[in-house]
């Protein structure tokens, strides 16, 4: 087997199971503290160091796999993700807000470490003139990954219900303890790391190209949690009076659909067929389309229409495109980086993804507490429109040399 295609197996093997874990862990902690008596804002509060964490872990974790390598960076994460599962152990007395905070700042820190690291090293296993690889690689892992993590979702429901909450939690942390030992073994050292040590300034991209992606990223992923994180679970459950099991394994279903899309982009989009993948064009006109969906949805409900069909139909739809835009964005951070750099940008650019999720996550609570259902939809809606525009200053790839990309030769 080529040692790229090894590499590549191993590094998404690790992301899959870590995955899993990161998606167990958010459901065990909804489910858990809901029963303990948490209200649905309490409990998406207890995310927020997760998110904030996560865009400071972006910024440093780039850097950081550039100086000492990113297989070294995605153990890191790994390792932290087990101390994190454990810290939940504790009896219920010592589970504070402020402890479960600090525990979900450590999973947080642990879910971005490891996701730049395995996205960063695919461009290392693909070397110049494998754009249509490239594309096919990053829309699998990205796809992938999501799937896993609304697996995740009913797994963490499952263990819960088997062996209880701290239970779950151990089983979880020994599963991916024993993948930490394995890919540590399995990958070479060194990967994706810098023959010269970076300073951390650089960090902060000097190319045009990403700076203006990592600001779209950043209003794209705030579009989907302005609605998703607090308002849509919270108006299914008291709303639509749906029960806490069909919330979550709704809401499970979606991600799992959502990353099935994702990973089938390339093909949904044709484009690899030409070994060319997409660029500022097409990022652009699937962001239009998609803040027509929202603003539809928004409309919908106001007009008087079914709630629970609508929410149904346009969620579906709402993924899908959703999905398409994510995953030309995943390669386009690729596309527009170097080998030498590509953690760095990587990591600059998953700290806008982690910013978006972090103004999404507090918005949702305080629009959907004040505006309802539709507030936080018709912020998304503009959210979007915002990404869109933003898209503008994006180049198609292969611009610069004024010729197609090459097609993969394999």
Known sequence: MDQGVRNYLVVTGG????????????????????????????????????????????????????RIGLNLTMHIGMGLQVVALMALTVPDAWLSVIYVMIAQALSGIAKDLNKMSAKASVKTMVRDGGESKLFKWVALLTGSKNALKGAGY??????????????????????????????????????????????????????????WLSAARFFLFGSRDVWFVVGLPVFLYEVLDWSFTQVGGFLALWIIGYGFVQASVPKLLGRVHQGQGPGGGMARLWAFLLALLPAAIAMALNQGWPAEQVLVVGLILFGIVFAIN?????????????????????????????????????????????????????????????????????????????????????
């Open 15 to 66: 992301y899959w199971a870590f995955t899993i874990t990161d998606g167990a862990i958010r459901m065990l902690v909804v489910l858990y503290f809901h029963l303990l008596g948490y209200s649905p804002f309490e409990v998406a509060m207890l995310f927020l160091f997760y998110e904030f964490f996560g865009i400071v872990t972006n910024l440093v974790g780039g850097w950081l796999g550039a």
């Open 326 to 410: 994510s995953a030309v964005h995943s390669y386009l951070i690729l596309a527009y980086s170097d080998h030498e750099k590509v953690s760095m940008n990587v990591g600059f650019y998953y700290m806008a993804n982690a910013g978006g999720r972090l103004i999404g996550t507090v918005l949702s609570g305080l629009i959907y507490q004040t505006y309802g259902l539709q507030g936080c939809l018709w912020w998304s809606a503009l959210f979007v429109i915002l990404a869109a525009l933003l898209s503008f200053g994006l180049p198609e790839v292969g611009a610069d040399e004024k010729q197609p990309l090459k097609a993969d030769s394999h």
């Open 154 to 211: 009913f797994i963490g429901a499952a263990l819960l219900e088997w062996i209880g909450f701290r239970g779950a939690l151990a089983v979880l942390a020994g599963m991916l303890l024993l993948v930490l030992i394995a890919t540590s073994l399995m990958l070479p050292a060194g990967l994706g790391k810098m023959k010269s040590k970076p300073k951390f300034s650089q960090v902060f991209s000097k190319v045009a190209a990403i700076n």
